[in-house]
């Protein structure tokens, strides 16, 4: 079992960026692929990006394409979300998730594919 705690929500303007991390306990981070959801107010929750085991592979929503890099570092046990040229719709709580017995290069989009999730970081960007 793994437990997930995000950090680094905040408030940015229109077109500024944000980094938001998410910590992992336990000491086989390494055997999970990670994933980024978001959910804005009475919206369901949507995937935003998603990275393999290993890191080697990663997807995007079509939204924050180009705009968005997940990363992890499996060595301190994170996965990473660097946001930039943030839109006031990217307002929403950044939820983290985790799923345990991956193949080493594949990566989940769906809420489903998930076990595990943190409690979430609120990111507002003010237009």
């Known amino acids: 079992q793994v437990q997930l705690v995000e950090s680094g929500g905040g408030l940015v303007q229109t077109g500024g960026s944000l980094s938001v991390s998410c910590a992992a306990s336990?000491?086989?981070?390494?055997?999970?692929?990670m994933g980024w959801f978001r959910q804005a107010p009475g919206k369901e929750r949507e995937f935003v990006a998603a990275?393999?085991?290993?890191?080697?592979?990663?997807r995007y929503a079509d939204s924050v394409k180009g705009r968005f890099t997940i990363s992890r570092d499996n060595a301190k046990n994170t996965v990473y979300l660097q946001m930039n040229s943030l839109k006031p719709e990217d307002t929403a709580v950044y939820y983290c998730?985790?799923?345990?017995?991956?193949?080493?290069?594949?990566?989940?989009?769906?809420?489903?594919?998930?076990?595990?999730w943190g409690q979430g970081t609120q990111v507002t960007v003010s237009s």
């Open positions: 998730a985790a799923r345990n017995g991956a193949n080493m290069g594949t990566y989940y989009v769906t809420l489903n594919d998930y076990s595990y």
């Open positions: 990275i393999s085991r290993g890191g080697g592979t990663t």
């Open positions: 336990g000491r086989t981070f390494s055997r999970y692929a």
